[in-house]
């Protein structure tokens, strides 16, 4: 299989700090792919990179074949990148079906047929009937349903979920993994996740990346990924090995 | 059940809108000159609150210069008019490209540049105040004594160079009243309209959905401008005389954007319904204070500081949204 996104050496210095140091890895086209790590690992840097809300120092990303080092965060989304926030951050005093709307009209020009495809995605992520309800007045999971929900209009490849299940009660967390498996299955969408919820990880990604300190530490199966003495380590400590 | 079907709202709106337009276009059979004078001032405050709305409350970009819009179309069809005899209407053709470059101007230096927020608001006053001293010495246009257009006899209306009463007057501002309002509404429910909420609503959130924010802001700021310009234009052929100091001094700038703010910002009706307020109470003053033989100046002013200082405190939203769910017309979105 051919790989869809493909990190080569990316780099991110904040003045002295190396908050990212030379991680690669490839997420194939179709693979579920999660992000793991402790607090202050790097994981969100390297997302940002990814999504191009910042630029790295070093080092390569690019997707499906071509560089995309460096672009704006709006041509990258173009391109068929799309993202959620890990502090949610939807149109606030717009509907939520407005919300996804806006999303999907990102590649349509019939606002319609743009609120026609925002009423399936909403359907599917469980918020058809609060399509009305302003967004700001959501409780936090929804919140979370509407990022997915908007970031999928917008008819991505590539889905970034920055900590999506973080604060969802796990049978939350379960009706959210399920969904995304689903989506996975029937479309073929390729998924980066960056996740602090093992549960969610263990049950979604295919292939996992542990970040530690900026710099990966390992990259294989979930099953595996969790036995490794390093990444033990690096969560509990020394002597838990 | 008090919900009612959701058909009704846009019916009971629609029923309302006809009225009151039914009622200003009658107006003219029914009160006398001063009230159509002070019903032109309403509009034109309308007009130009609806113009500036696109900017602020579509696109969420605050332009405390509005004025220099007015200002430049108003000079550049009276310049036309005084100098070369161009019609107003052929005028306005000229005016509007020249504002709209003028807003791509102040939109690139500020957008290219991450001027944003407040920082753009106070590029904006710098470049109304340019063009106020700029104009104070632009010869061409007669600098600081001003550039008047000839008056005629009122018997007599001319449409096409805009000469004549007020009633004629009254018309030509409630027709770009009602063409300002359908084209607000029209761009509100298109892609750009679209794409403008989600950069008021949260500008890096519409990038990541993948809008090109610095595009989008500049339409905003040339479709904003070029309608403004339009009010420069009536201005200038409605009063006749233009001085820098006026038409581009900051408190016209504010003029403008109190209507929207006291109506709504980002509604439809926001800036009529501010406008009407704010407007038609100030006027409502002057002649009770006329009456009783008081004579205060800056009274005005004062009374727009209170509604201010009351809509800021008690209807943040502004009247108008607290107004439709009064009437149960709330359904007009956002």
């Known amino acids: ?241 | 059940m008090i919900a009612r079907p959701v058909v009704d709202v846009p019916r009971r709106g629609a029923i309302l809108l006809a009225a009151l337009l039914a009622v200003l276009l009658t107006a003219p059979w029914i009160v006398n000159d001063y009230l159509i004078t002070v019903l032109i001032l309403i509009l034109y405050f309308a007009y130009a609150g609806q113009a500036w709305n696109i900017m602020m409350g579509f696109a969420g970009q605050l332009s405390l210069g509005h004025a220099i819009y007015v200002g430049l179309g108003a000079y550049v069809a009276a310049a036309l008019f005084t100098q070369f005899g161009v019609g107003p209407w052929l005028g306005l053709l000229a005016a509007i490209p020249v504002a709209a470059a003028c807003g791509a101007i102040i939109g690139y230096l500020a957008f290219r540049f991450g001027v944003a927020g407040v920082y753009f608001a106070i590029l904006t006053i710098a470049f109304a105040e340019f063009a106020r001293i700029g104009f104070d010495h632009l010869s061409f246009v007669n600098a600081s004594s001003g550039l008047f257009l000839p008056v005629t006899q009122h018997g007599h209306n001319d449409l096409w160079r805009l000469r004549g009463g007020p009633v004629m007057f009254y018309y030509v501002i409630l027709a770009a009243t009602v063409l300002a309002f359908a084209l607000c509404r029209v761009l509100l429910r298109s892609r750009v309209g679209y794409f403008w909420l989600a950069i008021r609503e949260d500008e890096q959130a519409a990038r990541a959905s993948g809008i090109d924010t610095f595009r989008y802001k500049m339409y905003a700021v040339m479709v904003s401008a070029a309608v403004t310009s339009f009010a420069g234009v009536f201005y200038a052929f409605f009063y006749n005389n233009l001085f820098p100091e006026q038409v581009f001094g900051i408190s016209r700038s504010i003029e403008i954007i109190l209507g929207p703010i006291i109506g709504g910002v980002g509604s439809l009706f926001g800036p009529i319904v501010g406008a009407f307020v704010l407007t038609g109470l100030a006027e409502m003053l002057n002649t009770v204070l006329m009456k009783f033989g008081v004579d205060l100046p800056g009274v005005k002013q004062v009374f727009y500081g209170i509604c201010l200082l009351f809509v800021v405190v008690a209807l943040p939203e502004g009247v108008w949204p607290a107004v439709a769910r009064r009437l149960g017309v709330a359904g007009e979105r956002r």
């Open chain 1, 1 to 241: 299989m051919s790989a869809l996104l493909s990190v080569a050496a990316v780099s991110k210095r904040f003045r002295g700090l190396v908050a990212v140091d030379r991680v690669s890895f490839e997420v194939a086209e179709g693979a579920i792919f999660a992000v793991i790590g402790p607090n202050g690992a790097g994981k969100t840097t390297l997302f940002s990179m990814i999504a191009g809300a910042m630029a790295p120092t070093d080092g390569v990303i690019a997707f499906a074949g071509q560089p995309i080092t460096g672009l704006p965060a709006d041509a990258i989304c173009r391109r068929g990148i799309a993202r959620t926030f890990q502090i949610v951050r939807p149109f606030p005093a717009l509907s939520v079906e407005d919300n996804v709307t806006i999303g999907a009209l990102l590649h349509r020009h019939d606002v319609a047929a743009a609120r026609r495809r925002a009423h399936e995605l909403l359907a599917r992520l469980d918020l058809f009937d609060k399509r009305h309800r302003l967004a700001s007045t959501l409780t936090l999971p929804d919140r979370k349903r509407l990022e997915v929900a908007r970031a999928l209009a917008t008819g991505p490849r590539l889905l970034l979920l920055d900590e999506v299940m973080a604060g969802l009660r796990p049978t939350e967390t379960d009706r959210m993994v399920a969904i995304l498996k689903a989506i996975n299955r029937e479309t073929g969408l390729t998924i980066l996740l960056i996740e602090h919820v093992m549960r969610a990880v263990m049950a979604l990604a295919s292939r996992v990346l542990v970040l530690d300190h900026g710099t990966a530490i390992a990259e294989g199966a979930p099953e595996s990924v969790v036995r490794d003495p390093a990444v033990v380590q690096s969560y509990l400590g020394a002597d838990a090995v």
